[in-house]
T-cell receptor, first 111, second 115 residues
Framework: QKEVEQNSGPLSVPEGAIASLNCTYSDRGSQSFFWYRQYSGKSPELIMSIYSNGDKEDGRFTAQLNKASQYVSLLIRDSQPSDSATYLCAVNKGSARQLTFGSGTQLTVLP | EPEVTQTPSHQVTQMGQEVILRCVPISNHLYFYWYRQILGQKVEFLVSFYNNEISEKSEIFDDQFSVERPDGSNFTLKIRSTKLEDSAMYFC?????????????FGPGTRLTVT
């Protein structure tokens, strides 16, 4: 079983719609969860962190965490073409809190 | 806003040569990391560094790799004898050491091409 799994996509949504991205993880001891956005050829950019069960909202982004189901999701409301990117789910582990990444979901927002 | 910087942005080297990739982490951060991403693949952890020593390393980080913090600002990754399969994007990241804040911020990366 992969440590962090994401649907690779591609996921296409029309401009203004809600994009829903999902991630599952295998290590029940994981404490911290992150969503990064990566444009082609660029570095991962942190967009959300979530540490406890429930929802966390930041502007158009909402992260949801369910530790019992080992599931993390990211909702993007009012999607814009500039949101088109690969979204990486990451979980930290170990004493150094190093990140384990999923393979990413490619999102395309169609104008 | 403070950010992680990396140099060079692109390095081309011949197989068997040594390369040094440089990073300047965010100034009040205490944990430093190197990750790599082979084209089309996921981001992979290489090594973490805290208090002037390696705190964790992955299986990828073998004897060909080393890290150093030669002064108060720079953090370097050295690959002693590069192989073709070392071609990848190398990202430096840093993190504050603060309870409840595990966020890591990534630099722009160095694209390493081994020919």
């Amino acid at each position: 079983q992969k440590e962090v799994e994401q649907n690779s996509g591609p996921l296409s949504v029309p401009e203004g719609a809600i994009a829903s991205l999902n991630c599952t993880y295998s290590d029940r001891g994981s404490q911290s969860f992150f969503w990064y956005r990566q444009y082609s050829g660029k570095s991962p950019e942190l967009i959300m962190s979530i540490y406890s069960n429930g929802d966390k909202e930041d502007g158009r982004f909402t992260a949801q965490l369910n530790k019992a189901s080992q599931y993390v999701s990211l909702l993007i409301r009012d999607s814009q073409p500039s949101d088109s990117a690969t979204y990486l789910c990451a979980v930290n582990k170990g004493s150094a809190r190093q990140l384990t990444f999923g393979s990413g979901t490619q999102l395309t927002v169609l104008p | 806003e403070p950010e992680v910087t990396q140099t060079p942005s692109h390095q081309v080297t011949q197989m068997g040569q040594e390369v040094i990739l440089r990073c300047v982490p965010i100034s009040n951060h205490l944990y430093f990391y190197w990750y790599r991403q082979i084209l089309g693949q996921k981001v992979e952890f290489l090594v973490s560094f805290y208090n002037n020593e390696i705190s964790e390393k992955s299986e990828i980080f073998d004897d060909q790799f080393s890290v150093e913090r030669p002064d108060g600002s720079n953090f370097t990754l050295k690959i002693r004898s590069t192989k073709l399969e070392d071609s990848a994007m190398y990202f430096c990241a840093s993190r504050r050491s603060r309870q409840g804040d595990d966020e890591q911020y990534f630099g722009p990366g160095t694209r390493l091409t081994v020919t």
